[in-house]
């Protein structure tokens, strides 16, 4: 796979690393583009990718055909049967190789991915966990859609969301509130956009704020009036009545 430098996304990835309303979490997200041309790596997967499908088929074919997921089963690709099918795979994890240098993806399953419903649905997804989270207005105004539709053509997309276990978790280690990986596959334009997040909880915002209340807290004036933050609700609702919807 080999990355797209896509100038309207480092823009968009400026903007997607933000403390939520109460400073205790961090969001950290980004949005990459990735053509499907195979690099020499891509090929060494491919190939170890469908030398694994014949040794897990010529195993099934031993087994009774209520046995056999590989025969009766469809995946969220189609069946894997089907060249096409294990080629979508293919993608979907030579992406995650591309994206997670540190990690070798080449084990997963097809089972391992849903295919979403809608496009509709993704974006909506997104934009409510992203309101909640408390997104900043530069993230609102940089029409984050917009510039990812003009890259992947969304209606065109086949949509796909990766939920690891904890093995296979890339983020594992910074145990999130919560993540997602979501992958929006133009087979015509033969690309991918990767759009991945997480939230996280910000230890040294909150020691830091600690220590500060611990020096200042005498020196408080109890009648000055703090910062309001509107609640994801009142937020949502504001954006929904100014924006005509939820769309970033």
């Not at 979508?88 to 849903?114: C, E, G, P, V």
């Not at 408080?220 to 504001?238: C, G, I, M, N, R």
Request: glycine share 4%; hydrophobic share 35%; aromatic share 14%.
């Amino acid at each position: 796979m080999k990355y797209l430098d896509i100038e309207s996304f480092a823009n968009i990835n400026s903007r997607l690393s933000f403390p939520t309303v109460g400073g205790d979490r961090l969001v950290l997200g980004r949005v990459e583009t990735y053509s499907c041309k195979a690099a020499g790596t891509d090929k060494k997967l491919y190939r170890y990718l469908e030398q694994k499908f014949q040794e897990d088929l010529e195993e099934a074919k031993e087994l009774s055909p209520e046995q056999s997921s590989l025969t009766n089963t469809f995946s969220p690709f189609g069946p894997l049967t089907q060249s096409a099918s294990r080629k979508a795979l293919f993608y979907l994890i030579a992406t995650l190789n591309a994206s997670f240098t540190d990690y070798d993806f080449s084990s997963l399953s097809a089972d391992q991915f849903t295919k979403e419903s809608s496009p509709d649905s993704v974006i909506k997804s997104i934009n409510t966990t992203l309101f909640n989270a408390g997104c900043p207005a530069s993230l609102r105004a940089s029409r984050m859609w917009d510039s990812i539709d003009e890259v992947i053509h969304i209606d065109q997309c086949d949509i796909y969301s990766y939920v690891p276990a904890d093995d296979w978790d890339p983020y594992q280690e910074e145990c999130p509130v919560w993540s997602f990986n979501y992958f929006f596959f133009n087979k015509a334009l033969k690309r991918i956009v990767f759009f991945t997040c997480r939230c996280v909880s910000n230890l040294d915002e909150i020691e830091e704020s600690n220590d500060q209340e611990l020096f200042f807290g005498d020196l408080v004036d109890d009648h000055v009036e703090t910062e309001f933050y509107p609640t994801s609700q009142h937020a949502l609702k504001s954006m929904m009545a100014i924006g005509g919807g939820l769309r970033l």
